[in-house]
Nanobody, 124 residues
Framework: QVQLVESGGGLVQAGGSLMLSCAAS????????VGWFRQAPGKEREFAAT????????DYADSVKGRFTISRDNAKNTVYLQMNSLKSDDTAVYYCASRRSSVARTSAAEYDYWGQGTQVIVSS
């Protein structure tokens, strides 16, 4: 069972930046694809970004493309989400998830392990 812990959330002004981290408890995390999802108040959980095991393949939701960057450090069992040019629409709880496969996917249903989430609030 892989345990995931997100950190780095907080309150930021529109136009600002935050970097989220997702730390895993197991070294097997380094062979799994990882995704970031988010859920705004009153809305469904939605895909934000994903990265393959090696980090060579990434994918982003259109709403964050060009502003967010996902990366990973397998030696540290950690995945990051650098968020720039933040907008009020980015306000949400951000969740890290991993799947028992090296292939990145955008559907939440294909992920096996989830963190508890970290809150991001963007003030306008």
């Amino acid at each position: 069972q892989v345990q995931l812990v997100e950190s780095g959330g907080g309150l930021v002004q529109a136009g600002g930046s935050l970097m989220l981290s997702c730390a895993a408890s197991e070294r097997t995390f380094s062979i799994y694809a990882v995704g970031w999802f988010r859920q705004a108040p009153g809305k469904e959980r939605e895909f934000a970004a994903t990265i393959s095991r090696s980090g060579g393949i990434t994918d982003y939701a259109d709403s964050v493309k060009g502003r967010f960057t996902i990366s990973r450090d397998n030696a540290k069992n950690t995945v990051y989400l650098q968020m720039n040019s933040l907008k009020s629409d980015d306000t949400a709880v951000y969740y890290c998830a991993s799947r028992r496969s090296s292939v990145a996917r955008t559907s939440a249903a294909e992920y096996d392990y989830w963190g508890q989430g970290t809150q991001v609030i963007v003030s306008s």
